[in-house]
């Protein structure tokens, strides 16, 4: 998959010049999923840089490593051209330090371990946009925005800023979705690795694969299926992640002191 991932980039890359359309590509963007703490806005790769990335694959091992293969595939088959990284954890580095918290010991939050929250790209997207469709005042007050999808989390903005969001250290966290679980009792995993004898590559699985809406229903992680079934597990499913969804606005309105608006992506 990779080498084709590489070749389709390449040829890709090679589309201007086989046309003869007198274009060039003069530079290349890349939406990396973990920055880290260290980068809050996009940024010029370069060697430096791309292995500062590589050292946040145990941050985002689902994600980065693919993200870091469409950078090596484009200098690869653009040497020279100037490549730029955006991240989806970037947009959430305006949040107060209590809002980026876990209560671990201060060692542990040290190396890393805090709540990132992801989906930024889409939040910084909704956040430039707001202005042309909420009156001002709605739009630079009290917004909690909801990216529901297979993949699904929620922002709490305010003046267009991130103050809080669903997910946390990693993309599993947060709301129900689509074959993940979203936020999950740590003392369930404790349960299954004594009880069961799962490892970490079978929690994995479960957490990211399994689980969320397939989980649930036994049917298909997809809303439409589950709305179309006449089943009762697949109505279980869908009101699950409705109940789920409903408690984290009302988590995210009690961050923000209030609500003035509420957007769906």
Do not use: K
Not at 41 to 59: E, F, G, S, Y
Not at 99 to 114: K, N, S, Y
Not at 125 to 133: E, R, S, T, W, Y
Not at 144 to 156: E, P, R, T
């Amino acid at each position: 998959a990779e080498l084709q991932h590489r070749e389709a980039l390449r040829r890709l890359a090679q589309w201007p010049v086989d046309c003869d359309a007198g274009l060039r590509i003069t530079a290349v963007g890349h939406r990396v999923v973990h920055g880290g703490r260290r980068f809050s806005a996009p940024v010029l790769l370069d060697a430096q840089v791309i292995a500062t990335l590589r050292d946040l694959i145990p941050l985002a091992p689902l994600h980065q490593p693919h993200n870091l293969a469409g950078i090596d595939a484009m200098a690869s088959a653009l040497p020279g051209v100037p490549q730029v990284a955006c991240f989806d954890t970037a947009f959430h580095r305006t949040q107060p330090d209590i809002a980026q918290m876990f209560a671990l010991p201060r060692r542990i939050t040290a190396e890393g371990v805090l709540r990132y929250g992801f989906h930024g790209l889409s939040y910084e997207f909704i956040a430039d946009v707001l202005p042309h469709h909420l009156p001002a005042a709605q739009a630079d007050g009290r917004v909690i925005v909801a990216h529901l999808g297979n993949g699904a989390s929620m922002c709490g903005m305010r003046a267009r800023r991130s103050q809080a969001t669903s997910m946390g250290f990693t993309a599993v966290d947060g709301l129900m979705m689509g074959t993940r679980t979203g936020s999950l009792d740590p003392g369930v995993l404790l349960y299954l690795m004594e009880q069961h004898g799962m490892d970490a590559p079978a929690l994995t699985r479960l957490l990211y694969s399994e689980s969320g809406l397939l989980g649930v229903s036994g049917l298909s992680s997809d809303m439409r299926t589950l709305l179309a079934s006449d089943t009762a597990e697949a109505a279980q499913a869908v009101d699950l992640f409705c109940y789920r969804a409903v408690r984290e606005i009302g988590s995210l309105a009690a961050a923000l002191e209030g609500i003035d608006a509420l957007v769906f992506t």
